[in-house]
T-cell receptor
């Protein structure tokens, strides 16, 4: 599985958009970009995933560059409850593929 | 989304005893389940992949005889920490996925403390 690089921490003001970057320069053609988050002392939560095209769901948007070497997770209106560690993971598509977690980005939403 | 439960949520045991942790998918069939361990202020570390009806596949460095995994049905996988020692104290998390779907669902975790 391709390795990802994320900033260790970011701050965001409540109500503003949070843009979380991820580099995955060694991603291969059949690998997807997944985002999960972990609120303190809980199990991780699936957010969104994509292959090539940008994706949007009720939680977030995922922007993948054309060369697929990096992506950005966007939380359009961050709330205090979005404070969590966000993990960008590259893996084969499908729920039965193992997820290798890196160190993630601790997003702190400030009031 | 789908729900995955874990039991117990917290357990304290004495050194040398064994502890069993259950992971259940409540509203879907999980062909594959995963077990992770997380130490304080660290990321999740994948321990093993469990497929229903077959032996688990362990990650490098994880002792299969110490961490016994049984995935006997499409809704239940168990992790038994045998002869637990204080260094096994950790947050154990399971996840479950179904063939044909894209996302995995995680349990709430089990905090194990070995005294």
């Amino acid at each position: 599985d391709a390795k990802t690089t994320q900033p260790p921490s970011m701050d965001c003001a409540e109500g503003r958009a949070a843009n979380l970057p991820c580099n995955h320069s060694t991603i291969s053609g059949n690998e997807y970009v997944y985002w999960y988050r972990q609120i303190h002392s809980q199990g991780p939560q699936y957010i969104i995933h994509g292959l090539k095209n940008n994706e949007t769901n009720e939680m977030a948007s995922l922007i993948i560059t054309e060369d697929r070497k990096s992506s950005t997770l966007i939380l359009p209106h961050a709330t205090l409850r979005d404070t969590a560690v966000y993990y960008c993971i590259v893996t084969g598509g499908g729920a039965t593929n193992k997820l290798i977690f890196g160190t993630g980005t601790l997003l702190a939403v400030q009031p | 989304g789908a729900v995955v439960s874990q039991h117990p949520s917290r357990v304290i045991c004495k050194s040398g005893t064994s502890v069993k942790i259950e992971c259940r998918s409540l509203d879907f069939q999980a062909t594959t389940m995963f077990w992770y361990r997380q130490f304080p202020k660290q990321s999740l570390m994948l321990m093993a992949t469990s497929n229903e009806g077959s032996k688990a596949t362990y990650e490098q460095g994880v002792e299969k005889d110490k961490f016994l995994i049984n995935h006997a049905s499409l809704t239940l996988s168990t992790l038994t920490v045998t002869s637990a020692h204080p260094e096994d104290s950790s947050f154990y998390i399971c996840s479950a996925g179904d063939r044909g779907k894209y996302e995995q669902y995680f349990g709430p975790g089990t905090r194990l403390t070995v005294t």
